[in-house]
């Protein structure tokens, strides 16, 4: 879909384009492990299903490294992409293949010698151990082909591909219904747990051997033997662009963890015992995890329009599009809401039959552990909201917070005074305190909505060029406060050439869309960093950051083509690595003169100033490092560095002219 059309499009028609198949692959893939619940339940018994969910951290281990390799993979394909740098691109997807076949073979080998000393660590009991066993061993044995899958399936997503993505999890996804029943209790076969194990493997097994014969058919990359050759730079590159997503996923396997551990220790103090609220809770948590992927899918499906509009300056767009998803994400909040509180036995009661017990500690659990659920839509929501207007600290904040800062903690306190039920208590608790952080951050970011930054900008004019007929392109990377943008503008009116520094915003704007305002707001505060990508791996697009960053790679190289000229920042060195006469100058200085230009030139206050001068040259460091991979204070990056206070500004300017005159040989 053309940006355009993100701006002006019917917002309803919009997010029904991009949510629902959001939706449906973030269903399907709950549904992977609930099915073999069921058929678990009716086919063995509920020891079973507890035995799955002591299993459950181990996969989704697999899954946080599949997912850092794939969408890592992804992030560097649109960004190469974008930059027109198909080899690299090439590269990028061929060493996140190679990085997720290596580890999932390394997994599979690790499980398979470990698995006994896994399973205590994920909170076996004895009673669990003999099911977890059988079917851990036979989980293991399918990760690589699990791993490289769910790699794929980032990657082609990203390529453009997402109904054949969408297709081969529904494939893998439809046979694990089919094969469930039959390998665990039906035609003489009564594998058990084995059966559950070996249906899923399987199933995966062909989502594996879809993905990997779309390898041939990538529409905007030709991957051939020369791509499959492993680079530690190029793999270590994917893994940072990818590292939020493992987080994300390994910080479901400290919760569920945590609470298998709490159950195992605290179990024998209550009637329940360790092994029903264990299989209990884990399939409670799966349920709810339908819930949550039908709010995510919608919430994923409001980024590109989200974030498109915030950039364009189209800020009742994104006022309308944030009260639509969470007005939906509120009904479908209140009818699981209703669900779990009305009819706790019957849901229950498709994972097969228990005891008293069983039955009541359930019922508890889907009451009380789930009892503010219905707020759940509004900090899931809310979280992707911030990804999409560029706030990465609030998004991964509202996005672990539930999880790490507050369900954990309390479970771990509350089962000291209550036992089990204290690990069921903690659930709304963090609940509660998470909905309460997403309205207070909700309401305030609401607020600024509406103001923009009304600083205007002129244009430099060139007064002449170069005359030897030879461009040179003179970058200029500076510490904040050392003065490099007054000799930027000295040095291009001492040669004669253009001076593009707050000018290249208006070109920018044209190239992206995004608003002169929202550039000025942020171009120096670009979230490169693993915070900038939490939740992107539920909706593979384009930030405004990363739009950005494209658009000013092709203004910066479209000016370098019409002539000589000084540009200042942008990471304007790297972007212009593979042009001829390219001159790369670094500016620095020493705080005391950082804060005194600071102060006299930009109005700074002098007792905060240090402070907010390292703040910008901490963010503009982090956004080079992360587009370039390469280090911003490096000095291999420059031909040139310059101490600004050694020489002064006008002095410093001098200098580099001679340098450039005796370079371009004027």
């Not at 995004?514 to 000025?520: A, F, M, R």
Request: hydrophobic letters at 45%; glycine letters at 8%.
């Amino acid at each position: 879909m053309e940006q355009s059309e993100l701006g002006t499009e019917k917002i309803g028609k919009l997010l029904m384009k991009f949510a629902v198949p959001c939706i449906i692959s973030l269903v399907v893939n709950a549904l992977y492990n609930i099915v073999d619940q069921i058929f678990i339940g009716w086919g063995v018994n509920y020891l079973g299903n507890g035995a799955t969910n002591i299993v459950f951290p181990i996969t989704m281990i697999c899954l946080a490294f599949s997912l850092m390799f794939g969408d890592g993979a992804s992030a560097l394909l649109s960004l190469k992409l974008g930059e027109k740098k198909e080899k690299e691109a090439e590269k990028g997807v061929a060493n996140g293949i190679i990085s997720s076949v290596v580890t999932g073979i390394l997994l599979c080998i690790i499980v398979l010698v470990f698995l006994p000393q896994l399973l205590n660590l994920f909170g076996c009991t004895d009673a669990l151990r003999e099911y977890a066993l059988g079917y851990g061993y036979v989980i293991a044995c399918g990760l690589p082909f699990v791993m490289i899958g769910t790699t794929l399936n980032s990657i082609i997503r990203a390529d453009g591909s997402p109904k054949f993505a969408m297709t081969s999890m529904l494939a893998g996804a439809a046979l694990n219904i089919v094969l469930d029943p039959i390998f665990i209790f039906n035609w003489g076969l009564n594998m058990g747990v084995k059966g559950a194990a070996l249906a899923t493997i399987i199933s995966q097994f062909v989502t594996f051997i879809m993905n990997v014969f779309y390898i041939k058919r990538f529409k905007t990359i030709k991957l051939n033997k020369d791509s499959f050759k492993f680079e530690f730079k190029t793999a270590k590159a994917v893994a940072m662009l990818g590292v939020s997503s493992f987080i994300t996923q390994m910080a479901i396997v400290v919760v569920i963890t945590v609470q298998n551990t709490l159950f195992s220790k605290y179990g024998y103090l209550s009637k329940y015992g360790a092994d029903i609220p264990i299989t209990v809770l884990g399939i409670v948590m799966k349920i709810n995890q339908i819930l949550n992927s039908i709010i995510i899918g919608i919430a994923a499906g409001s980024q590109p329009i989200i974030g498109f509009n915030y950039g364009a300056g189209k800020l009742d767009r994104v006022k309308q599009t944030l009260k639509i998803v969470l007005g939906l994400s509120f009904i479908v909040s209140l009818i699981a809401f209703a669900l779990f509180q009305l009819i706790p036995e019957q849901l229950i009661g498709i994972f097969g039959s228990g005891d008293a017990l069983y039955n009541e500690f359930a019922c508890f659990a889907f009451r009380v552990f789930l009892m503010l659920t219905i707020f759940n839509g509004i900090q899931i929501a809310s979280g992707i909201f911030f990804q999409s207007i560029g706030s990465p600290s609030k998004s991964a904040f509202l996005t672990l917070s539930r999880q790490i800062l507050f369900f954990t903690p309390a479970a771990i306190v509350l089962a000291k005074f209550y036992n089990v039920d204290g690990v069921i208590y903690a659930g709304p608790v963090a609940d509660g305190l998470a909905f309460i952080i997403s309205v207070v951050l909700l309401i305030t970011e609401m607020k600024k909505l509406g103001k923009t930054n009304k600083n205007s900008y002129t244009v430099e004019n060139a007064k002449k060029t170069l005359n030897s007929g030879n461009n040179v392109i003179i970058t200029i990377a500076r510490e904040y406060g050392s003065g490099g943008r007054y000799v930027g503008k000295i040095l291009a009116d001492k040669l004669g050439i253009k001076l593009y520094d707050k000018n290249l915003i208006e070109v920018v704007s044209n190239e992206s869309g995004l608003s002169v305002e929202y550039i000025e707001e942020n171009e120096q505060n670009i979230h490169g960093n693993l915070l900038s990508s939490f939740n992107t791996q539920y909706y593979n697009n384009l930030s405004n950051d990363d739009n950005l960053f494209i658009a000013e790679s092709k203004a910066i190289k479209d000016i370098a083509s019409k002539g000589s000229c000084v540009i200042v920042g942008r990471c304007s060195n790297y972007i212009l690595r593979d042009n001829k006469n390219v001159i790369n100058v670094f500016l620095y200085s020493n705080d005391e003169n950082k804060v005194k230009r600071a102060v006299k030139y930009y109005g700074l206050d002098e007792k905060d100033a240090l402070k907010e001068i390292n703040k910008i040259n901490k963010n503009r460091e982090k956004h080079y490092n992360y587009y370039t991979q390469r280090k911003w204070k490096d000095l291999d990056n420059y031909d040139i560095a310059i101490n600004v206070d050694t020489y002064g500004v006008e002095k410093t300017a001098q200098i580099l002219e001679n340098f450039v005159k005796d370079y371009s040989r004027v």
